[in-house]
T-cell receptor, first 112, second 115 residues
Framework: GENVEQHPSTLSVQEGDSAVIKCTYSDSASNYFPWYKQELGKRPQLIIDIRSNVGEKKDQRIAVTLNKTAKHFSLHITETQPEDSAVYFCAASRGTGNQFYFGTGTSLTVIP | KAGVTQTPRYLIKTRGQQVTLSCSPISGHRSVSWYQQTPGQGLQFLFEYFSETQRNKGNFPGRFSGRQFSNSRSEMNVSTLELGDSALYLC????FGAGTPYEQYFGPGTRLTVT
């Protein structure tokens, strides 16, 4: 099956700096890659996603890049704010329904 | 639209008992997936249901089962509970497209504690 690895497990940045979280996947058939943000005690919320026919996608301060050849994708958050502090999960799915494989999460702390 | 709802939100059970968790998807969503979230293992896929049929299944023992009703509501059952089953159980609903995964929206989860 698919194996998704996520790094780093923890990340601290100063407010206003950028944060980058990286994930690799093993199954070359995976074609959909969402990112979720989970605040303490709350449900995971979809923040951005990318499909395999696209190399980059941006939504305001958040962007995701995908390198299919290397089988890795990354989340970029610019101009970080304290409210960006949360655990971020990457995931991959291969298009045989909605079975998602998740990374182990990155705990992001934005220091004011 | 109302979001995904799960009941109960918290549950305490004794080892050996069984438990049933419920999930109501977003209106119009026909796919419901279940995940187990633990601090050590992260989010692990249990199974997905679509049109009352199990479409995908993760690597969990047969003690974990589920079903989906004609209104897309889903239940998950765990029999013969073990201490290691203590976790947050999340369900997620999604639209469905043949061969194409869609965005999943999570419920608040059911926190199960097995003593």
């Amino acid at each position: 099956g698919e194996n998704v690895e996520q790094h780093p497990s923890t990340l601290s940045v100063q407010e206003g700096d950028s944060a980058v979280i990286k994930c690799t996947y093993s199954d070359s058939a995976s074609n959909y890659f969402p990112w979720y943000k989970q605040e303490l005690g709350k449900r995971p919320q979809l923040i951005i996603d990318i499909r395999s026919n696209v190399g980059e996608k941006k939504d305001q301060r958040i962007a995701v890049t995908l390198n299919k050849t290397a089988k890795h994708f990354s989340l970029h958050i610019t101009e970080t704010q304290p409210e960006d502090s949360a655990v971020y999960f990457c995931a991959a799915s291969r298009g045989t329904g909605n079975q998602f494989y998740f990374g182990t999460g990155t705990s992001l702390t934005v220091i004011p | 639209k109302a979001g995904v709802t799960q009941t109960p939100r918290y549950l305490i059970k004794t080892r050996g008992q069984q438990v049933t968790l419920s999930c109501s998807p977003i209106s119009g969503h026909r796919s419901v997936s279940w995940y187990q979230q633990t601090p050590g293992q992260g989010l692990q896929f249990l199974f997905e249901y679509f049109s009352e049929t199990q479409r995908n299944k993760g690597n969990f023992p047969g003690r974990f089962s589920g079903r989906q009703f004609s209104n897309s509501r889903s239940e998950m059952n765990v029999s013969t509970l073990e201490l290691g089953d203590s976790a947050l159980y999340l369900c997620a609903s999604s639209q469905f497209g043949a061969g194409t995964p869609y965005e999943q929206y999570f419920g608040p989860g059911t926190r199960l504690t097995v003593t």
